[in-house]
C-alpha cells in the first residue's frame, strides 16, 4: 500500500488558492508578494519529489501544470513518474504530460491500496486534497504556512461535519520569512 501525501503552500487562514500568480484570485501570487525568499523553507519541496512515486492532481491544478511543468528542470523526477488526474468530466489528457485518469476517490483508494513504492504526492488541488481527507485517505500533510491573512479562498480542508481526526507532529520548523513548515502523520480519527 502506498501513502498519501497532500502537500500545499497555505495561508494563516487556511486559503491556498493561486499561491504562484494564477490569474483570476484577487490575492494571487501571495506567496512571493511581500514575503522574502529564504530557499530554506522549500528545501521540503526537493525532497517530496525524491521520495515520490508518484503524482495525483485534481482536474484544475493538473490543467495548470500540464503546459508548464513539462519544460521545468526542477520538476524532472515528477515528470518522470507515473501522473493521475481524479476528474469526472476529463476527457482526454494533455499529450505534453500524459496521466492515469481516475474517475472517483474509490479509484484513489484503489490505487493507494494497490500501490507500493513511494508516496502518491498531491500537489495543489484543493478540492480534491479536501475529498481524499473526508474519505480518510490521507497519511501524511506537508504545508507551508505563510504569514498572511487572505480572507476569501478555497481551503485545503473541508466544512463537512465528521469526526476529528488526529494528527501527530513529524516535523516543524518557522523560518526567518515567517513561514512555517508543518508535517503531520494522520494518525487516525475519533
Do not use: C
Given at each position: 500500500?502506498?501513502?498519501?501525501?497532500?502537500?500545499?503552500?497555505?495561508?494563516?487562514?487556511?486559503?491556498?488558492?493561486?499561491p504562484?500568480g494564477?490569474?483570476?484570485y484577487?490575492?494571487?501570487?501571495?506567496?512571493?508578494?511581500?514575503?522574502?525568499?529564504?530557499?530554506?523553507?522549500?528545501?521540503?519541496?526537493?525532497?517530496?519529489?525524491?521520495e515520490?512515486?508518484?503524482l495525483?492532481?485534481?482536474?484544475?491544478?493538473?490543467?495548470?501544470?500540464?503546459?508548464?511543468?513539462?519544460?521545468?528542470?526542477?520538476?524532472?523526477?515528477y515528470?518522470?513518474m507515473?501522473r493521475?488526474?481524479?476528474?469526472?468530466?476529463?476527457?482526454q489528457?494533455?499529450?505534453?504530460?500524459?496521466?492515469?485518469?481516475?474517475?472517483?476517490?474509490?479509484?484513489?483508494?484503489?490505487?493507494?491500496?494497490?500501490?507500493?513504492?513511494?508516496?502518491?504526492?498531491?500537489?495543489?488541488?484543493?478540492?480534491?486534497g479536501?475529498?481524499?481527507?473526508?474519505?480518510?485517505?490521507?497519511?501524511?500533510?506537508?504545508?507551508?504556512?505563510?504569514?498572511?491573512?487572505?480572507?476569501?479562498?478555497?481551503?485545503?480542508?473541508?466544512?463537512?461535519?465528521?469526526?476529528?481526526?488526529?494528527?501527530?507532529?513529524?516535523?516543524?520548523?518557522?523560518?526567518?520569512?515567517?513561514?512555517?513548515?508543518?508535517?503531520?502523520?494522520?494518525i487516525g480519527?475519533?
Amino acid at each position: 500500500m502506498q501513502q498519501i501525501v497532500v502537500t500545499a503552500f497555505m495561508s494563516l487562514d487556511g486559503v491556498m488558492e493561486a499561491p504562484g500568480g494564477e490569474p483570476g484570485y484577487r490575492n494571487s501570487g501571495w506567496t512571493f508578494n511581500g514575503i522574502d525568499f529564504d530557499p530554506a523553507a522549500y528545501e521540503i519541496k526537493g525532497r517530496e519529489q525524491a521520495e515520490a512515486g508518484a503524482l495525483l492532481l485534481g482536474r484544475k491544478s493538473y490543467e495548470a501544470f500540464a503546459p508548464v511543468w513539462p519544460e521545468m528542470d526542477e520538476f524532472a523526477e515528477y515528470n518522470a513518474m507515473p501522473r493521475y488526474v481524479v476528474s469526472r468530466t476529463l476527457e482526454q489528457v494533455d499529450a505534453r504530460w500524459p496521466a492515469t485518469i481516475l474517475r472517483s476517490v474509490d479509484d484513489v483508494r484503489a490505487l493507494k491500496e494497490e500501490g507500493e513504492g513511494g508516496p502518491i504526492i498531491v500537489h495543489g488541488s484543493a478540492t480534491l486534497g479536501a475529498a481524499l481527507a473526508d474519505a480518510g485517505l490521507v497519511d501524511r500533510y506537508h504545508l507551508l504556512v505563510f504569514p498572511v491573512l487572505l480572507g476569501a479562498g478555497k481551503r485545503l480542508f473541508s466544512e463537512e461535519d465528521k469526526d476529528a481526526t488526529r494528527l501527530r507532529v513529524r516535523e516543524s520548523e518557522t523560518y526567518a520569512n515567517g513561514i512555517q513548515k508543518l508535517v503531520y502523520d494522520v494518525i487516525g480519527t475519533e
